[in-house]
């Protein structure tokens, strides 16, 4: 589109975003990318974390003791490859004589820049009969 300037009486095309729109584009895509290369490892781990919960044999789970239960959810942490948190840590059990309720509750603290941090609170709660 051509725009005649009042001043010069010449024609003048417009162009199109200047150097400080694209900086400024340019700075919330990489805050885009950076949140989800900080945040989206500790998603992931908690999804993996959900489908170990799942994977759970739910007809022996309300007959093994707390130890037991601990000994083979750390071992499947192990084997998903969740090294950093411990089954006592993270896992509480609330039995009683018909159910058994496990709840899965942890936080996770991850550093952004400067002063900011960021608090991720993951919570899921598993009933077995």
Do not use: C
């Given at each position: 589109?051509?725009?005649?300037?009042?001043?010069?009486?010449?024609?003048?095309?417009?162009?199109g975003a200047g150097t400080a729109a694209w900086l400024a584009g340019a700075i919330v895509?990489?805050?885009?990318?950076?949140?989800?290369?900080?945040?989206?490892?500790?998603?992931?781990?908690?999804?993996?974390?959900?489908?170990?919960?799942?994977?759970?044999?739910?007809?022996?789970?309300?007959?093994?003791?707390?130890?037991?239960?601990?000994?083979?959810?750390?071992?499947?942490?192990?084997?998903?490859?969740?090294?950093?948190?411990t089954v006592r840590d993270i896992v509480t059990f609330d039995r009683t004589k018909k159910?058994?309720?496990?709840?899965?509750?942890?936080?996770?603290?991850?550093?952004?820049?400067?002063?900011?941090?960021?608090?991720?609170?993951?919570?899921?709660?598993?009933?077995?009969?």
């Amino acid at each position: 589109m051509r725009i005649r300037n009042r001043q010069t009486g010449r024609r003048s095309r417009q162009r199109g975003a200047g150097t400080a729109a694209w900086l400024a584009g340019a700075i919330v895509v990489v805050s885009i990318i950076t949140l989800a290369l900080r945040l989206g490892p500790h998603y992931i781990d908690f999804r993996t974390l959900q489908a170990v919960m799942d994977g759970l044999p739910e007809d022996e789970v309300h007959e093994m003791d707390n130890r037991s239960m601990r000994e083979l959810m750390q071992k499947r942490f192990l084997i998903n490859n969740i090294r950093d948190m411990t089954v006592r840590d993270i896992v509480t059990f609330d039995r009683t004589k018909k159910t058994t309720q496990i709840t899965v509750e942890y936080e996770k603290r991850e550093y952004i820049m400067f002063n900011i941090d960021v608090v991720l609170t993951f919570k899921e709660s598993y009933s077995y009969q």
